[in-house]
């Protein structure tokens, strides 16, 4: 008999999503990944957390193995569905853990509906200043070959030797389905305009939700001074960790640090 797969599909609204669901317990952790990622970005998160958590990750619409439809590609929209999302799990309350875009969509869901989101935790997160690296969006949106992407998926990582041809070539195919481009297009111009991000949260967080800033010292995405620079993160009580020799994909290149900083702060 062959292993069953480690994902599961559900349908949100029309919508086919997959989704990872991990752990077990009262305590749940929803992972969302960044522009153009999918669930696989936690896969050395996912383990660690559900250890003491349950843990769940879907690929977002647009993204990954989920449907390439996106009916409302703005963040506010995506945050709708990641609440709609959790409704038909039937999960009441949540820690958030966002990457990038996925930090920015954390955001507006906790204000969408800030009695469901318990904490929240932004990875090398949008929506918190406007500088924002638009050539790597613009990049990796035109990108039609191994040799133009390379270097642009290069700019994810501290160590550029981390991008080996089969991430480029898997990268390439997901590119290559129907509706990507598309998708991906809307998506990166609700993002940015004028190559600056366009929506960006100065206070965006409640004193009930507590919130850890995670980020990359060497992010060539979106810059680490966002963190640095967060108006009265000490007195709002945000906690705030940066890891050296990391960049924008903080949770991969240092794994073991940042499943350890979550989960101190989840517990």
């Known amino acids: 008999m062959g292993q069953a797969s480690p994902y599961l599909f559900t349908e949100v ?7 990872a669901d991990r752990g077990s317990g009262d305590s749940v952790v929803l992972l969302l990944h960044g522009f153009a990622g999918d669930l696989d970005n936690w896969m050395f998160n ?14 977002l619409p647009g993204h990954g193995k989920s449907t390439k439809t996106i009916t409302d590609p703005s963040l506010s929209g995506m945050a709708k569905f990641v609440s709609k999302f959790l409704k038909v799990l039937d999960v009441p309350l949540v820690h958030l853990v966002g990457h990038s875009m996925g930090g920015a969509i954390a955001m507006q869901t906790a204000f969408g509906s800030p ?18 690296n638009s050539d790597y969006l613009k990049g990796f949106v035109e990108s039609e ?13 501290a160590d550029p030797s981390l991008v080996n041809p089969q991430l480029v070539e898997e990268i390439l195919n997901y590119k290559r389905m ?7 297009k809307a998506i990166s ?6 190559g600056r991000q366009t929506v960006f949260i100065d206070n ?36 705030v960790e ?6 924008h994909m903080v949770q991969m290149e240092k794994a073991s640090e940042v499943n350890r900083c979550l989960l101190n702060f989840l517990n």
């Open 145 to 157: 070959s191994a040799q133009q992407l390379k270097p642009v998926l290069q700019q994810l990582f």
């Open 178 to 184: 129907d509706g990507v481009e598309s998708a991906l």
């Open 115 to 132: 009695d469901t989101v318990k904490s929240l935790a932004l990875v090398c997160s949008a929506g918190l200043g406007a500088d924002i």
């Open 13 to 19: 609204e029309g919508i086919q999503v997959r989704y």
């Open 242 to 247: 940066i890891f050296e020799s990391a960049g």
């Open 189 to 194: 111009e609700t993002l940015i305009s004028v």
């Open 46 to 59: 996912l383990g660690a957390l559900a250890d003491k958590h349950r843990v769940l990750a879907l690929d």
């Open 204 to 239: 965006f967080v409640s004193s009930a939700i507590p919130v850890l800033v995670i980020w990359g010292s060497e992010d060539r995405i979106i810059p680490v001074t966002h963190a640095q620079n967060l108006p009265a993160a000490e007195a709002a009580g945000i906690q």
